[in-house]
């Protein structure tokens, strides 16, 4: 049985990689070592939501990945009207050996308790999924290789599109993408939090509690939306965080 370090040492060094060896292939027994691993993700009343497609067709993960980049378009368009800002993920998933539809099967909310299924049956529906799918992330860490989150596979355009490209029956749910092959370069952790700043005894510490100008911070700083640390804030004179790159 792993141990809890072990454990820890896994969840550390798992990363969301997007860009991929092209030169190396992984072997079916890894796939399946890794859906094994999923299969075993707790779910509501048991209902183990979860089904998966394994795509290794060069020309079917071509098309996936330029489903991805048109349903980019509009998200960026967004991005730019809301925010003024897009750094938007690329589509270097495309070059690994193995694309993993994860589907979610919605009529498993019948396995659920009366009340828990009209109180909270999406709820437990989409973490099944996600607890499947992190497995799939830890397992496939634990071999060595690389993984990512495209979550746009469930946006409404790119999820319809797919259905029809894979013949995906209703009522299923696309609910993620995730490739799997080589790092095609390491990649450093991106920021945590420290533990210590997220944990509370008994009841919840005030002093611990982030006010909006500290939220924000965090949210322009170690954030997707602050590239993961790499931007830098000073404070203004009104002592509100500023970005440099709009600073006078």
Partial sequence: MMNIDDLQELAAN???IRGYDKTRDIPDEMVR?????????PSGGNGQPWEFIVIRDEKTRYEIADLFLKQQEHKKEMELAVRGDAKMTGDGFRHAPVHLIVLGDP???ETYPVRTMLDKADSHF????????????????????ASQYVS???SPYM?????VLLGVPEPLKVYHLIPLGYASKPIPARPRRELDEMT???????????????????????????????????EDDTNQPTDPKEAP
């Fill in 14 to 16: 798992r990363r969301s």
């Fill in 33 to 41: 070592k890794i859906l094994d691993c999923a299969r075993w993700a």
């Fill in 107 to 109: 009529r498993v909310k």
């Fill in 126 to 145: 989409y973490t099944g999924l996600a607890s499947a799918t992190l497995l799939i992330h830890l397992a496939a860490t634990s071999l060595g290789l």
């Fill in 152 to 154: 746009d596979a469930s």
């Fill in 159 to 163: 999820e319809t599109m797919l259905k």
């Fill in 200 to 234: 509370h005894y008994e009841r919840y510490d005030m002093a611990k509690y982030r006010d909006d100008r500290e939220f924000q911070k965090f949210v322009m700083t170690a954030s997707r939306r602050g590239y993961y640390g790499k931007r830098t804030w000073v």
